[in-house]
């Protein structure tokens, strides 16, 4: 299957493309979880999501990283389906994923 045709069911980048933050809503839909469940995963810091309502507003307004939003889906996935996803991934990608924990092992 060429690399264009992969199908990337939890990576940020490629399930919304050209998008810096996703709300809860959008995720909670992409995962099949609760918006509720969400709001649990950013009170226990399993989720980095950022507050951004203003002093008026009562509702919370989270936004949550791309990167953060990989990073946790990353750490959620177990077993076979982890080396899976990982397996399916090009080469490129793979390099890429392995250069970015080298960083963070140095810093």
Excluded: C, W
Excluded at 33 to 48: D, K, M
Excluded at 62 to 67: A, G, S, T, W, Y
């Amino acid at each position: 299957m060429p690399a264009e045709q992969l199908q990337f069911p939890f990576f940020a980048s490629l399930d919304f493309p050209g998008r810096s933050t996703l709300m809860l809503g959008e995720i909670a839909e992409r995962l099949g979880v609760t918006i509720q469940h969400l709001l649990n995963e950013v009170a226990s810091n399993e989720l980095v999501g950022l507050d951004l309502k203003g002093r008026a507003v009562s509702r919370r307004a989270i936004r949550v990283p791309v990167e953060s939003y990989r990073d946790y889906v990353l750490r959620k996935l177990t077993g076979p389906m982890r080396a899976d996803l990982l397996v399916s991934l090009p080469r490129a990608v793979r390099e890429q994923l392995v250069e970015e924990l080298k960083e963070s092992l140095n810093s």
